[in-house]
């Protein structure tokens, strides 16, 4: 199998880590000037709602395909071939997520046909004004379109024939294996080069989760620099899931503020989906089938967080980690319905892979 493809549908997981230590004093105070940002919209809720409204899609049924918004490169970044293929290889996944979504949606719910014509005439209607490569946006409409006809006839769109699906593959592949050939090499994360003392803290954070949680806390918020940070923050997500003290809110204020920094560190995409999965299942919506999925909503903050990659790889096109990190975000799916783990949403796999198996790797690695 190419290399494209099964890096394409491969499930990454990655665990970073962290350190540094103060007393507990003052956490409480520093914290309190930060505060929930999604707030309203729960506050939003009336009695005949269940879920809030966030974005075009807050109710977690609407069709999204026609409404996807793509990042755009800045003026510093237009000029640069690089950039320009980063940008390119970003959208061209993301409209073909958000394509996916609106099929598993269809599909879920065949049998409400006044429902599923709204994911008809999204997929018939998808916004593809991101995508400049011709013959993939040319394939991507025809895929679309023949799901969109397909949902009209009462029959489901992954069971269909579709040459164009193994067109656009080939031609996806012609376009990133040359990215992949130059910038893709076996190198991961190491948090020991950030924090030296990244054991004790990453055991602690696995073990004292009551304690040392609110240690942590303090450690994220009185840390300056923004890489030692950005470890310390995944370790504190990690004590918070399993702390009896847990508090999703509390992590989700914590992480949505450094990804809104406008810095770049290469744990920028792994904290993203512990944004995204402690919203989507604690907070927002839920992890059942038919629960709200809020993508058009998440896929805000990816955007902004691609082309903060993108940014740094324009002036550092040998740092071949930033681009693992940046191709695992970009492939990374949106939340759908009928996950294969049979008990709800994806979002309960991705809880698994970020969180659980990292306090039970061997489960993990016997399943």
């Not at 409480?28 to 269940?50: H, N, R, T, V, W």
């Amino acid at each position: 199998m190419n290399k494209s493809i099964r890096f394409f549908f491969s499930v990454t997981a990655l665990f970073f880590l962290i350190s540094c230590g103060h007393n507990n004093r003052g956490s409480k105070s520093k914290m309190d000037e930060l505060s929930f940002p999604y707030q309203e919209y729960l506050d939003s809720i009336s009695e005949d709602e269940i879920f809030p409204t966030i974005g075009n899609d807050g109710n977690g049924f609407n069709a999204i395909s026609h409404n996807i918004v793509y990042p755009e490169l800045s003026d510093s970044l237009s000029l640069s071939n690089y950039a320009d293929s980063l940008l390119q290889f970003y959208n061209i996944i993301l409209a073909y997520n958000t394509m996916a979504y609106d099929v598993g949606t269809a599909e879920r719910y065949m049998e409400t046909s006044d429902f599923v014509l709204d994911q008809a005439n999204a997929l018939d209607s998808i916004n593809l004004s991101g995508i400049n490569i011709l013959e993939l946006r040319n394939l991507l409409k025809i895929i679309s379109h023949k799901g969109a006809e397909a949902i009209r006839s009462g029959k489901r769109p992954n069971d269909q024939q579709v040459s164009e699906v193994a067109q656009f593959y080939n031609e996806f592949n012609n376009f990133s294996d040359p990215l992949y050939d130059a910038h893709l090499n076996e190198k991961e994360f190491n948090p020991v080069d950030i924090l030296p003392n990244y054991e004790e803290i990453h055991t602690k954070a696995l073990t004292d989760t009551t304690s040392f949680r609110d240690e942590l806390l303090e450690m994220v918020l009185s840390e300056t620099d923004f890489q030692k940070q950005c470890v310390l923050a995944r370790e504190l997500a990690y004590a918070n899931y399993n702390s009896p003290n847990r508090d999703d809110k509390e992590i989700v204020t914590v992480l949505d503020n450094l990804l809104r920094t406008g810095k770049y560190s290469p744990l920028l995409g792994e904290l993203w989906r512990m944004w995204r999965s402690m919203l989507q299942i604690g907070i927002l919506g839920s992890g059942s089938n038919d629960g709200a999925m809020y993508n058009l909503f998440y896929n805000q903050m990816k955007n902004r967080i691609a082309l903060l990659y993108i940014a740094h790889m324009k002036t550092h096109d040998h740092d071949n980690l930033a681009f693992k990190e940046f191709v695992r975000m970009a492939m990374t799916h949106n939340i759908v319905r009928n996950s294969p783990c049979y008990i709800g949403n994806n979002a309960y796999l991705e809880e698994m892979e970020l969180f659980y198996s990292v306090f039970n790797p061997d489960n993990n690695e016997n399943n």
